[in-house]
C-alpha cells in the first residue's frame, strides 16, 4: 500500500514536500510517479523516478520547479515543488509500476496511494 501525505495550503511562490510511504515490498524494483488530477480534468502525470533513483523524468509544466527523490531504506518517495503556482492546485497521488519504467500513462501503474490536496493560492 501507498500513503501520500504533505499536501496543504500555501501561498504562491511557496513550497511544499510530498512523501509517498511503501508498506510491504510495493517499492520494491517499482518504478515510481507522481500524479495529479484537478477539478474537471484528466489525471497528469507529474514525475517518475527508477528504482536506483538514477532516472528522473519530469512534465514541462514543472520542470525546473519539482524534484522527485526517493530514499529505498525509509520505503519513501518524495516531490519537493517550489515555486508553486495556483495552476498547480489538484490532488496528487503517488503510484508504483513494476513493469512500465518511465511511463507517464496511468493505466500503466499498479498501486496508488489515496492522494493528498494541494492548494495554492494567488
Known amino acids: 500500500q501507498l500513503q501520500a501525505s504533505g499536501g496543504g495550503l500555501v501561498q504562491a511562490g511557496g513550497s511544499l514536500r510530498l512523501s509517498c510511504a511503501a508498506s510491504?515490498?510495493?517499492?520494491?524494483?517499482?518504478?515510481m510517479g507522481w500524479f495529479r488530477q484537478a477539478p474537471g480534468k484528466e489525471r497528469e502525470f507529474v514525475s517518475g523516478?527508477?528504482?536506483?533513483?538514477?532516472?528522473?523524468r519530469t512534465s514541462d509544466s514543472v520542470k525546473g520547479r519539482f524534484t522527485i527523490s526517493r530514499d529505498n531504506a525509509k520505503n519513501t518517495v518524495y516531490l519537493q515543488m517550489n515555486s508553486l503556482k495556483a495552476e498547480d492546485t489538484a490532488v496528487y497521488y503517488c503510484?508504483?509500476?513494476?513493469?512500465?519504467?518511465?511511463?507517464?500513462?496511468?493505466?500503466?501503474?499498479?498501486?496508488w496511494g489515496q492522494g493528498t490536496q494541494v492548494t495554492v493560492s494567488s
Open positions: 503510484a508504483a509500476t513494476r513493469v512500465y519504467s518511465r511511463s507517464i500513462d496511468s493505466r500503466d501503474y499498479d498501486y
Open positions: 510491504g515490498r510495493t517499492l520494491s524494483s517499482s518504478y
Open positions: 523516478i527508477s528504482w536506483s533513483g538514477g532516472s528522473t
